[in-house]
Every structure is written in C-alpha cells, then in structure tokens.
C-alpha cells in the first residue's frame, strides 16, 4: 500500500533562506507526483507536476526534484518570502484514477 | 476564468440529515474527484468519476455517494451524515485521470455534523 510522508510537518525560517521540503514515498510505481500550497480556509493551489520519467521541474523560485528509485521528492524553494507561508502538499499519483496525499510542511517565513 | 466551484462553502446539520455538496468544473474535464481532509490524516480521496456515468471508490467512500450525470457537474450525497464525516471537503478535476495533468481544486466545504 502506497504511503506518503513529509518531513517535517513544520518549519520556521527567517526571510531569504533557501529551503528544501521533502517528500517520501514506499512504492516506486508512480505515475507522477504533483506539489500544492495550501493558504488557511483555502483550497489547494498547483505548484508543480512532475511526470514519472522526470528529474526535475522549476518554476520561478520552486525547484521541484523527483528521485522514483530512492522514493522521494523535494521542493526546493529559493529565496524565501513571508508570503511563502502556507502548507505545502505533495501528491502521488498511482496510475488508476488514484491520488494519494502527504500531509504537509506548514511554512513559516519570518520578516 | 476557468475554476472548480463547491456550494455550500460552510454547512452545518445535524446527524441524519440528507445533504448534497455540489462541485461543477468549466474546463471540460473528464476526471474528477472528491476529497476530505482531517488534521493529522491529510487529504484522503472518498470518490472519483473518469467521465460522465462512471465512477469508482477511492480510500474512504463508507458514507458518502456520489454521481455523474454531467461532464461538469460530480455532487457529493452524505444520505445519513454522522458526527465522523465532520471534516473539509475539496472537489477537484483533471482533464484525465490516466495521463499526466494536473489537478484543480475547489475552495473546500466545511462540513460540521452535530
């Protein structure tokens, strides 16, 4: 049975650092895995997709790494701002129409 | 604008109740799927349709029904709602359930059954 957990569940960081969530997962055979942020009373808001036969993917500051052999994944953000600060979700997608969930960093970046 | 849009946003009942959560997508997906998230669980899926007249269980669906009848439109149906179903609810969409896009999530439902 798929499992998927972030490490850690929170974290607070001063602005300007660069931070790394990871994410981890117990079966190999994935179809993608997708990265969320979630803002309080919100719904979730896509990052990143990142597809099974890819390493990596990056938009703007986000840097999103997939490793399928070592079952993990992390999001690399660069240059924190307090506006970053949200939950941040990642996502395994299983092949057959199923989604499993991590579940979540809470991001804390302080002025 | 294209978006994923859940009504009510917030519902309180009470234990027994029917109730009916809508969700309606405007981009022409074919997937979509219902989700409910509790502290310390993260989001866990209860239902999903591939296309209209079809759909499946996910991890969690005791309690809860759902249907198809429209591609935009995938309502959730707690026909005896019971204190343990109290939790947020998000609907979301894909164009595809098999192939690598992304999910669309709605801005949730909070559900609270007393």
């Known amino acids: 049975k798929q499992e998927v957990t972030q490490i850690p569940a929170a974290l607070s960081v001063p602005e300007g650092e660069n931070l790394v969530l990871n994410c981890s997962f117990t079966?190999?055979?994935?179809?993608?895995l997708q990265w969320f942020r979630q803002d309080p009373g919100k719904g979730l808001t896509s990052l990143l997709l990142?597809?099974?036969?890819?390493r990596e993917q990056t938009s703007g500051r986000l840097n999103a790494s997939l490793d399928k052999s070592s079952g993990r994944s992390t999001l690399y953000i660069a240059a924190s701002q307090p506006g970053d600060s949200a939950t941040y979700l990642c996502?395994?997608?299983?092949?057959?129409?199923?989604?499993?969930f991590g579940t979540g960093t809470r991001l804390k970046v302080l002025a | 604008e294209a978006q994923v849009t859940q009504n009510p946003r917030y519902l309180i009942t009470v234990t027994g109740k029917k109730l009916t959560v809508t969700c309606s997508q405007n981009m022409n997906h074919e997937y979509m799927s219902w989700y409910r998230q509790d502290p310390g669980l993260g989001l866990r899926q209860i239902y999903y349709s591939m296309n209209v007249e079809v759909t499946d269980k996910g991890d969690v669906p005791e309690g809860y029904k759902v249907s198809r009848k429209e591609k935009r439109n995938f309502p959730l149906i707690l026909e005896s709602p019971s204190p343990n179903q109290t939790s947020l609810y998000f609907c979301?969409?894909?164009?595809?359930?098999?192939?690598?896009?992304?999910?669309?999530f709605g801005p949730g439902t909070r559900l609270t059954v007393t």
């Open positions: 079966d190999s055979a994935i179809y993608n």
């Open positions: 990142i597809q099974s036969s890819q």
């Open positions: 996502a395994v997608h299983r092949g057959t129409y199923k989604y499993i």
């Open positions: 979301a969409s894909s164009l595809s359930g098999t192939s690598p896009y992304e999910q669309y």
